[in-house]
């Protein structure tokens, strides 16, 4: 049985993850590593920001079903699901999230950017879910 309260502690851990990552931590490598300029920058960081109802309704989507596999794989604790959520990332993002290099030209270092932070983030979530 999955716990709500775990999936929305979660979501909520997800995004300040993500405004720590895509801002003070990365935000400037990130932006340069897109190819944007300032002024592409500041307009997608406006059209952004009417965006995050649906990021954080995609995100709880993730941090339900990653509950899901934590519920029913019988992991407990905070280290259990991380590791879960390792796995998962490993298994699924980490592999499909290459084909950017591979086949669309993406930057190796924006992959490397954008992919750990699926790491970092699915490890993050699956403690807090772990710790319900």
Do not use: D
């Not at 720590?20 to 997608?44: I, S």
């Not at 339900?64 to 596999?69: D, I, N, S, T």
């Amino acid at each position: 049985m999955v716990n709500n309260i775990a999936v929305l502690v979660a979501a909520i851990g997800s995004m300040v993850v993500g405004m720590l990552w895509y801002g003070p931590l990365f935000g400037q490598k990130w932006v340069k590593l897109m190819g944007w300029n300032k002024a592409e920058a500041k307009k997608k960081q406006e059209a952004g920001k009417k965006s995050l109802v649906y990021a954080f309704i995609g995100t709880l989507v993730t941090a339900y079903v990653l509950a899901m596999f934590i519920g029913n794989l019988g992991a407990s604790g905070p280290r259990a699901g991380a590791i879960v959520g390792f796995w998962i990332w490993l298994g699924f993002l980490a592999t499909s999230q290459v084909g950017r290099v591979l086949w669309e030209g993406s930057p190796k270092q924006l992959y490397y950017l954008n992919t750990f932070f699926n790491l970092v983030n699915l490890a993050v979530m699956g403690a807090i879910i772990g710790a319900f």
